[in-house]
């Protein structure tokens, strides 16, 4: 596509629940980034997938969090017993190569009740 | 860890006013980028700054990175309520791109 894709652009769930969040990279990027932006604040990164492998998941706060990227495009990032501090904004962004120029999709808003 | 430091953190001017904005580090980066974010949407690139001491102009805006690739500024000239945003410098290193806190800036009519 023209650009990132994300879907859900917001998530509403219950504190416990499990949620998918979902990035479709612009074409031929082999380069995807997630990342959590909470209010007033900078992204933070999560993780760092090149082609189909995650080069780096540092980032991801725990092990409720996981990522995946099977077929080196889209991309699915998945909380499970998602907790009321989940709650933020998760950007998703993609680069041709490696650590060039990101562009970033629109987030999802995740909120956990 | 916060490796990048924006100032200032809020700033309200007037249309037509000039201003800038610093990002500083004391960390070395290959690059660094500008993105302005409006609520509710993703950030959007800017500019990247690669080599040490460039300057670049995007109509109003100038961006200059620093000598030693460890900081940045933006400067905007004549300020329109279009540039109202939230402004991100994000540093490039290892695998990552780190973002520095932000500069919201409201541009009154």
């Known amino acids: 596509g023209a650009g990132v894709s994300q879907t859900p652009s917001n998530k509403v769930t219950e504190k416990g629940k499990y949620v998918e969040l979902r990035c479709d990279p612009i074409s031929g990027h082999t380069a995807l980034y997630w990342y959590r932006q909470s209010l007033g604040q900078g992204p933070e990164f999560l993780i760092y997938f090149q082609g189909t492998g995650a080069a780096d998941d540092s980032g991801l706060p725990n092990d409720r969090f996981f990522a995946v990227r099977p077929e080196g495009s889209v991309s699915t990032l998945k909380i499970q017993r998602t907790e009321r501090g989940d709650s933020a904004v998760y950007l998703c962004?993609?680069?041709?190569?490696?650590?060039?120029?990101?562009?970033f999709g629109q987030g999802t808003r995740l909120t956990v009740v | 860890t916060q490796l990048l430091e924006q100032s200032p953190q809020f700033l309200s001017i007037q249309e037509g006013e000039n201003l800038t904005v610093y990002c500083n580090s004391s960390?070395?980066?290959?690059?660094l980028q500008w993105y302005r974010q409006e609520p509710g949407e993703g950030p959007v690139l800017l500019v990247t700054v690669v080599t040490g001491g460039e300057v670049k102009k995007l109509k109003r805006l100038t961006f200059q990175f620093g000598d030693a690739r460890k900081d940045s500024s933006l400067h905007i000239t004549a300020a329109q309520p279009g540039d109202t945003g939230l402004y991100l410098c994000a540093g490039a290193g290892g695998n990552q791109f780190y973002f520095g806190t932000g500069t919201s800036l409201t541009v009154i009519p």
């Open positions: 962004a993609s680069s041709l190569t490696g650590i060039t120029e990101a562009f």
């Open positions: 960390s070395v980066f290959s690059s």
